[in-house]
């Protein structure tokens, strides 16, 4: 495994390297050592950009095998990846523009040299090696030299910097957002006070909480003061700065916070002034700098608090269940204690996992309540040390939407936070909340108001995009509400061209539909069960049109009842999280993205994961089409997935695969079209032996079993099927089909019949499997058997035979004599015809009967084994071998 890292709290330059590494390393995962500076978080997301960076609990770290640092080379600042350098034959690349330093590493390969920015080393190489980047990754280079250079101004920028910058606007860097992001250069008379104010700075520790206090006197009024703060600020990486400046009669207070333990509109309030926990001023006139500065440090002392530990908001003793209860006693504790969640803990304390009351409730419907707990507990969750602060504590509840927190302790479950005992700080102390909650009005969050108009204009084609507006004008214009959901939008953010709309409507979606219709001269069919419908556009392209709804299931794998619900429910239902956002149609609206469940995270860890525990239970189906999406992204399963999956099989759900007729009997047919989907693939071979993996191939057939037979006659249909790609054959063919044929190669015909009942397998493929099953011995005999077959006899041999059984017979076939026969039929033989027809034979003074077809046989067969060729010669092979005379010549 190869990773690409740099320093903790990385800047633009760091990103911008980390990110050109990746040109080089294609196969690297990108992950940061620690924290960003905020303007990096600012610019991840607002980017359009997907930039696929993996969070560090999801890399194994004693598997890396190479380790590519970039922009430092000191061993302290690359955070937990430092214990990757004790890994056996870890390969270390190092890239970094820093003088050298005591204690830096030492790599296998090394870049180093003092220019301005790492980023200027990367783009050498890429001009060296011809290597390409594209418009947005040339600004983020250009991003990372502008900011590690100082617009070009500091001492240690350099001529190599410089053309590095022309190359990266030759390549496209936009200056406008380089602006957005890079602050303004001061005058000299700013860098001097600038200067001054540094120089003045006092760190006050308060409550374990440093505090940066600094002062400023000048004859007039500076009207960049608040800048000078904040670059102050943004130079230092200060968490506060409290600056206090004299202008003439009147003493200027600014105050910065950038933590929720130092609330800076109170401190200023008591100055005069008022502000926000994080930013506040005040002026004042009544009292001098030196009074102002004493004042200020009696204020800090009664007003910062002490950072807000997990040992202090967790609730103890914990309330738990032991991993051999059942599903039944484990809601029976939830309801005798009024909670949500409740924790497995082993004998020692040690945490297993936890359990919903919704999942215990949903399990006991659907009548698992006596299995163990541990069957469908949740696994994937974060947890904290007692000493872990407010700002952790409200990251994993507030940002990554967990629930419920376990405190642990030297391994063992100590207490736990949850998102009741958060909101109740947040609510009695404000100064708590953060910034996103406090200035909701100016920097919404995320995951509700992230607009994806500029990925739209990107991505999509302008007729696409004047067709979502007209259904979110439409819709606005009839007091509905109209989203787009599920792969558009999961595509849109993969930036996957994808042509399937899918929109949900809040409202009525049939009659939407209909007037949907109306406005774009199109027709609509219905389905008054689901509340969908499907809007047909004159040129043929479709529009799937669904009322938001929810969906429960009055058994395992059974048919879903359909209820009306807010976007939020019918979001919930969806199979996986990837597929579970909206973007807002309506014109007040448009563009924005809707993330209910933080599902963004998972398309960055490039996971697949279900919404809630009981997903396969409900729909079994769900499995296949998650192997089927892993292999077809390149994803990789969530662990609890993974876990929920063996569950599900281990559960025999599929037992309910039944005749057609029963309550379940629908199962079948879609576990079916979920097969075909994924045979339907490039290459389906990993996904069949993931199945494997699971234990779902014996879903299909008892017999089946990914053995080397098995797998030589997948790779075997796969160059087969490659090859038949390659003749761009007007002739359509279902390779999925062909993929079938081959899953079945060992299986008799009587069973693979039962197969095709049991999972409701249309009766046109049917027939083709079974009757293949009795034909194809005689015929692979044949082909391996006789090292030369007469062009004749192979086309007798496989004339009549569909294009997938051929390619099926391909792949079964040893011989590569035999493979060349089935090719040349193919592309050859099948097209073969006589020029003599039967009204040819009666004006040459034959007599019609059934003779007629043995001579026409005869005839293409030596036009075949190349005895005739034109027609002159057809009719000389014709009277030589058929004599009118002992035909019963009528003349």
Known sequence: MEVITTHQNADFDAMASMIAAKKIYPDAVLAFSGSQEKNIRDFLVQSTHVYDFQRTRNIRLDQVARLIIVDTRQPGRIGTFAKCLKNPGLKLHLYDHHPDAPG?????????????????????????????????????????????????????????????????????????????????????????????????????????????????????????????????????????????????????????SRIPEVNAGKIAADLGGGGH?????????????????????????????????????????????????????????????????????????????????RVAEKSIFHGLGDLPVTEYMSTEFATVPPTATLADIQELIIENRQRFIPVVDNQKVVGVITRTDLLNLLVNEPANLPKDLLHSHTRPSIERNRNLNNLLIESCERKMIVLLQTIGQV???????????????????????????????????????????????????????????????????????????????????????????SLKLDLYRRDFTINAMAIHLNPDKFGALVDFFNCQNDIKDRQIRVLHNLSFVEDPTRILRAIRFAQRMDFSLGKHTEKLIKNAVKSNLFKRISSPGGRESHLG???????????????????????????????LHPSL??????????????????????????????????????????????????????????????????????????????????????????????????????????????????????????????????HIQGSDLKEMGYRSGPVFKTILNHLLEARLDGHVSSREDEVDYVRSHYLLKKLGDPK
């Open 669 to 699: 047919r879609r576990l079916f079209n979920e097969l075909k989907l994924i045979l339907s693939e490039e290459n389906p071979l990993p996904a069949i032996k993931r199945m494997a993996r699971f234990k779902l191939l014996k879903v």
């Open 104 to 256: 830096d590493l030492k790599g296998d390969f090394e870049i180093v040299r003092p220019v301005g920015a790492t980023i200027t080393l990367f783009v050498e190489i890429f001009q060296k090696k011809s290597i390409g980047i594209k418009a947005e990754e040339s600004t983020l280079m250009a991003l990372g030299l502008y900011a590690d250079t100082g617009s070009f101004t500091y001492d240690t920028t350099t001529p190599d910097d410089l053309s590095a910058m022309s190359w990266l606007l030759a390549k496209g860097a936009n200056l406008n957002t380089v602006s957005q992001y890079i602050s303004h250069e001061l005058t000299t008379p700013e860098v001097a006070l600038l200067h001054d104010l540094i120089n003045s700075a006092t760190t006050y520790t308060i409550e374990g909480i440093d505090i940066v206090v600094a002062k400023l006197s000048v004859p007039e009024y500076v009207d960049e003061f608040a800048l000078l703060v904040r670059r102050f600020m943004v130079m230092e990486n200060l968490d506060t700065l409290f600056a206090v400046a004299a202008m003439g009669e009147t003493v200027y207070f600014i105050a910065r």
């Open 475 to 565: 819709a606005a214009e009839n007091n509905y509400t109209a989203y787009a959901v599920g792969g558009f939008v999961r595509d849109l953010l993969l930036h996957t061209q994808n042509f399937d709309i899918d929109i949900v409507i809040e409202g009525d979606g049939i009659d939407f539909s209909w007037k949907l219709a109306k406005r774009l001269d199109g027709a609509v069919r219905t389905h008054e069960k689901f509340k969908t419908a499907v809007v047909k556009l004159c040129d043929g392209f479709k529009i799937d049109v669904a009322t938001a709804r929810l969906e429960y299931y009055e058994y395992p794998a059974a048919m879903p009842i359909v209820e009306f619900s």
């Open 705 to 834: 079993k990914m053995d080397k037979r098995l797998i030589h006659i997948l790779k075997e249909v796969r160059l087969a099927v490659g090859w038949h790609r390659l003749l761009y054959l007007d002739e359509s063919c279902r390779h999925w089909l062909v993929y079938m044929l081959a899953l079945f190669a060992g299986v008799s015909g009587k069973d693979l019949n039962s197969f095709c009942k049991r999972f409701e397998v249309p009766e046109r493929y049917t027939q083709l499997m079974v009757k293949i099953k009795t034909e194809e011995y005689k015929i692979i005999k044949t082909l391996n058997r006789r090292s030369l077959l007469h062009p004749s006899e192979t086309f007798w041999l496989l004339n009549g035979l569909s294009h997938e059984v051929l390619l099926y017979l391909m792949s079964r076939t040893r011989r590569n004599a035999g493979k060349k026969a089935i090719s040349l039929y193919v592309t050859h033989l099948r097209h073969v015809k006589t």
């Open 277 to 357: 926990a994080s930013a506040a001023s005040a002026s004042i006139r009544d009292m001098t700098i030196i009074e102002t500065e004493e004042k200020l440090i009696r204020l800090l002392h009664k007003h910062v608090r002490p950072r807000s530990l997990a040992r202090e908001l967790m609730s103890s003793p914990v309330i738990s269940v032991k991993p051999d209860i059942s599903i039944n006693e484990a809601n029976r504790v939830l309801t005798r204690y009024n909670i949500t969640v409740v924790p497995i803990l082993k004998k020692n304390q040690e945490l297993m996992g936890h359990i919903s009351r």
